[in-house]
């Protein structure tokens, strides 16, 4: 499976952004995906989930009510939808995959990751 992120920027506080995650080589809508991101010096750390179908979701308490994650299978493509963007949410941002049904709060709980795309967000 090999992920493509794409659709980071630079946006001024309260703005939007959209990434994308292009998956390819597997069966997309076989697992769930997942975001993460990572500031500098700090872990990489959970941002949001979806399930397979796209019916269930969940979010860090940091990002729920400001980010939307959702799935096209047929185009075989994650996004987040990032509003009301904070200096705290500059990071890189990686989309990941995952098979396991049991977790998804962890680096771990992942198979396969993408390359990150960068969002700064400026005060």
């Known amino acids: 499976v090999q992920l493509q992120a794409s659709g980071g920027g630079l946006v001024q506080a309260g703005g939007s952004l959209k990434l994308s995650c292009a998956a390819s080589?597997?069966?997309?809508?076989?697992?769930?995906m997942g975001w993460f991101r990572q500031a500098p010096g700090n872990q990489r750390v959970f941002v949001a989930t979806i399930d397979r179908t796209g019916s269930t979701t969940h979010y860090a308490d940091s990002v729920s009510g400001r980010f939307t994650i959702s799935r096209d299978n047929a185009k075989n493509t994650v996004y987040l939808q990032m509003n009301s963007l904070k200096p705290e949410d500059t990071a890189v941002y990686y989309c990941?995959?995952?098979?396991?049904?049991?977790?998804?709060?962890?680096?771990?709980?992942?198979?396969?990751w993408g390359q990150g795309t960068q969002v700064t967000v400026s005060s």
């Open positions: 990941a995959s995952r098979r396991n049904t049991a977790g998804y709060r962890y680096v771990g709980d992942y198979d396969y």
């Open positions: 080589g597997g069966t997309f809508s076989t697992y769930s």
